[in-house]
């Protein structure tokens, strides 16, 4: 693994926040990294050379866990499977299912990453309930949970997610968990298109995910085992629909190739077939997401700059942006990764500018250089 952007990194692994505060305060002006288990690196854009490499995953472990609470307070560098082992024992799951192994609490919330219980559950902003982060001087900031000590009035929670380590070293996390479903049933379509989707969405049922997988449409119920069946087989009479326990090979796996391009487009729902059609005339193109609250991901070998403004132009007629997630070093330096942001932008560096005013946490890595 390697550090984007960076030829020669110092590798530091604290132990506790006290250390983490420690390295902030000791090596300033350094530009530092915060990372988990790195699943997620080559996300974002290239960004600046790197001089620290901040490894968390010695902050690992559940701190607090009460299960008639249903809320669990654990170090940001707890692989997330780890978490999900504990919960079961009580029939208890935190709801985020993003596909990469070892993926680390902390990371999952930097990256904003998750997965097709997305479209039930919701993001790990949705179901982060506190935070603690260390900010570039060396400062704690905690909101949320059983301490509220926010930052200049800024909701931690909602600021630190998907903020892929620019604004602070998230060091700990609480989370709202669920009871664990005892039953599942799927309900898979050959093909889908913006009908389909629409006729679920506009039906009385409740699914777990709503997941496009190449050219078929999956829908997962979890529940109850009657509640599941039923809704699975009124699911399956809206369409071609066949009805399974099991999801298919694939599902909720990124559908970019370790060397590929992985795009993640977000757009209005209803302008899904739009979007379809956009990404397959783009040669080898792969594409999963959660067609129900539109979000897709999409892999391809290669792409240029003027295939992605194509794409951007006729996505943003329904409402939708286009980020490249993941690709080489060397493409991402020819792209605009994040595209345009809008009236937003200034906002986002004043926000930097207030959190990290040196630029030294993940420099250049998110949106305008930030």
């Given at each position: 693994?390697?550090?984007?952007?960076?030829?020669?990194?110092?590798?530091?692994?604290?132990?506790?926040?006290?250390?983490?505060?420690?390295?902030l305060?000791?090596?300033?002006?350094?530009?530092?990294?915060?990372r988990?288990?790195?699943?997620?690196?080559?996300?974002?854009?290239?960004?600046?050379?790197?001089?620290?490499?901040?490894?968390?995953?010695?902050?690992?472990?559940?701190?607090?866990?009460?299960?008639?609470?249903?809320?669990?307070?654990?170090?940001a560098?707890?692989?997330?499977?780890?978490?999900?082992?504990?919960?079961?024992?009580?029939?208890?799951?935190?709801?985020?299912?993003?596909?990469?192994?070892?993926a680390?609490?902390?990371?999952?919330?930097?990256?904003?990453?998750?997965?097709?219980?997305?479209?039930?559950?919701?993001?790990?902003?949705?179901?982060?309930?506190?935070?603690?982060?260390?900010?570039?001087?060396?400062?704690?900031?905690?909101a949320?949970?059983k301490?509220?000590?926010?930052?200049?009035?800024?909701?931690?929670?909602?600021?630190?997610?998907?903020?892929?380590g620019?604004?602070?070293?998230?060091?700990?996390?609480?989370?709202r968990?669920?009871?664990?479903?005892?039953?599942?049933r799927?309900?898979?379509?050959a093909?889908?298109?913006?009908?389909?989707?629409?006729?679920?969405?506009h039906?009385?049922?409740?699914p777990?995910?709503?997941?496009?997988?190449?050219?078929?449409?999956?829908?997962?119920?979890?529940?109850?085992?009657?509640?599941?069946?039923?809704?699975?087989?009124?699911?399956?009479?809206?369409?071609?629909?066949?009805?399974?326990?099991?999801?298919?090979?694939?599902?909720?796996?990124?559908?970019?190739?370790?060397?590929?391009?992985?795009?993640?487009?977000?757009?209005?729902i209803?302008?899904?077939?739009?979007?379809?059609?956009?990404?397959?005339?783009?040669?080898?193109?792969?594409?999963?997401?959660?067609?129900g609250v539109?979000?897709?991901e999409?892999?391809?070998p290669?792409?240029?700059?003027?295939?992605?403004?194509?794409?951007?132009?006729?996505?943003?007629?329904?409402?939708?942006?286009?980020?490249?997630?993941?690709?080489?070093?060397?493409?991402?330096?020819?792209?605009?990764?994040?595209?345009?942001?809008?009236?937003?932008?200034?906002?986002?560096?004043?926000?930097?500018d207030?959190?990290?005013?040196?630029?030294?946490?993940?420099?250049?890595?998110?949106?305008?250089?930030?």
């Open positions: 693994m390697s550090l984007p952007g960076s030829a020669v990194a110092a590798a530091v692994r604290p132990d506790s926040i006290a250390e983490v505060v420690d390295v305060r000791h090596t300033r002006p350094a530009s530092v990294l915060p988990g288990a790195g699943t997620k690196l080559d996300w974002g854009a290239v960004g600046a050379p790197i001089e620290v490499d901040l490894d968390l995953r010695g902050l690992a472990g559940i701190v607090e866990y009460n299960p008639g609470d249903l809320v669990v307070r654990a170090m560098g707890t692989p997330l499977d780890v978490v999900q082992a504990d919960l079961a024992e009580h029939g208890q799951f935190l709801a985020l299912d993003p596909p990469e192994a070892g680390t609490l902390g990371g999952i919330v930097a990256a904003g990453a998750s997965g097709p219980r997305r479209h039930r559950y919701g993001t790990a902003r949705d179901l982060l309930i506190g935070v603690a982060a260390v900010l570039a001087d060396g400062t704690v900031a905690r949320g949970g301490v509220v000590k926010n930052v200049a009035g800024y909701d931690l929670m909602k600021i630190y997610t998907g903020s892929f620019t604004l602070g070293v998230i060091v700990e996390t609480t989370w968990l669920h009871p664990r479903p005892p039953d599942r799927v309900v898979t379509f093909g889908h298109d913006g009908a389909l989707v629409r006729r679920l969405m039906s009385a049922l409740t777990t995910a709503v997941e496009a997988l190449g050219e078929a449409l999956v829908v997962v119920f979890e529940g109850l085992t009657p509640a599941v069946r039923a809704q699975a087989d009124a699911a399956a009479r809206l369409g071609e629909g066949v009805v399974t326990t099991t999801v298919p090979a694939g599902f909720g796996v990124r559908p970019w190739l370790p060397d590929g391009i992985g795009l993640k487009i977000a757009y209005e209803t302008g899904l077939d739009v979007v379809l059609a956009a990404l397959r005339r783009l040669p080898g193109t792969r594409v999963v997401g959660r067609v539109g979000v897709l999409a892999g391809l290669a792409i240029d700059r003027d295939q992605l403004d194509r794409l951007r132009a006729v996505v943003a007629r329904v409402g939708g942006t286009v980020v490249v997630l993941a690709a080489p070093e060397e493409t991402k330096r020819r792209l605009d990764v994040w595209g345009p942001v809008g009236d937003a932008l200034p906002l986002m560096r004043r926000v930097k207030q959190f990290d005013p040196e630029h030294r946490l993940a420099p250049g890595r998110f949106v305008g250089g930030i």
